[in-house]
């Protein structure tokens, strides 16, 4: 590839043709997504991705699913152009209209991977099913096609080296709910060309988000800070030096931060939680703040996952 490389430069400056050498240097601009994944996160990706002008398929597994998303997509729009488009119902109207004639749903990523630039994946955070998914749908996307995750505690790296495409292929982390949250976290590997970075960085922008750049780091900069913060939380309250409670009203109005970390947890799921330490905790055994809590162990173990469920640190009705 690289011989090849080379000689297309010489070949095209020999034939006064360098624009054209210079045009394939040049940032690949996204215009067709591919959105793997329907639940909350997926979906909200689509949404914000159609809403910008992009064409975008948002692929999941069965068509029941794929309505769910769709009519998900369908509400959040409109709380959306109430707030956008207070005074102009008809813009409101016309934008929703709009933005659903970008957004179309599929059951099979490998039959519309073959027109995309960007193939965004937020399914199950389990790493082999993401491996596969990427092994399967590098042999069918066109070579200029960028791959992404937006996995929150998986490596990028990792995931890349399933495919043929390390130089095409970076982190995309959306945070949740994707419409109203304006940060993305672009992870640049060892292996992610300039170009590619660039590309996701203006890809973030074109949908309306604040990119910051990280490195292919533990939970990259947001995550990285806050799950040990909880996790520190949680130790505090085991430990009997403040209740769960007093912690709460502690970090929200002395920190000011909007949720108290047990209010935190139980929002985004004990078992969430969990798996994301677990993980950490098997890369760097010896990192203090990546230690398993037995508390939040024994309420995953009961099945009290937060709000999800009922219950986790507090009830829920």
């Known amino acids: 590839m690289a011989f090849a490389t080379r000689h297309f430069v010489r070949t095209a400056a020999s034939s006064s043709s360098s624009a054209a050498a210079t045009a394939a240097a040049k940032k690949l601009v996204v215009k067709h997504v591919t959105v793997i994944g329907g639940g909350l996160m997926g979906a909200g990706i689509a949404q914000v991705a159609a ?4 064409t975008v398929v948002l692929v999941d597994q069965s068509d029941e699913i794929l309505k ?8 959040s729009l409109k709380r959306v152009t109430k707030k956008k488009f207070a005074e102009k119902p008809e813009a409101g109207a016309e934008f929703i209209e709009k933005t659903l004639k970008n957004l179309s749903t599929s059951t099979d990523a490998v039959a519309v991977v073959h027109s995309t630039d960007l193939v965004i994946e937020a399914i199950v955070e389990n790493q082999e099913i993401k491996n596969e998914l990427f092994k399967r749908l590098d042999k069918f996307a066109p070579e200029h096609t960028i791959f992404a995750s937006n996995t929150s505690s998986l490596q990028i790296t990792q995931l890349a080296n399933s495919t043929t495409r390390q130089d095409r292929f970076g982190g995309l982390h959306f945070f949740n709910p994707v419409p109203m949250m304006k940060l993305v976290e672009v992870i640049k590997t060892p292996m992610t060309s300039q170009k590619t970075f660039e590309s996701l ?17 533990p939970g990259f900069i947001v995550n990285r800070l806050l799950v040990p913060y ?9 430990r009997g030096d403040a209740s769960k409670e007093d912690i709460d009203v502690a970090m929200k109005l002395g920190a000011g931060y909007p949720m108290g970390p047990f209010e935190l947890l139980d929002y985004v799921g004990l078992d969430t939680s969990k798996y994301i330490i677990d993980g950490w905790h098997s890369l760097e055994p010896n990192n203090p703040l990546f230690a398993p809590s037995p508390l939040l162990n024994k309420l995953v173990q009961e099945k009290k996952l937060g709000k999800k469920t009922g219950e986790g640190f507090y009830k829920y009705k």
């Open 51 to 54: 809403a910008s002008g992009h």
């Open 68 to 75: 769910k998303s769709t009519k998900g997509i369908e509400e």
């Open 201 to 217: 960085v203006d890809f973030s922008k074109a949908v309306g988000k604040s990119p910051v750049s990280c490195k292919d780091t």
């Open 230 to 238: 909880m996790m520190e939380a949680v130790r505090l309250f085991e």
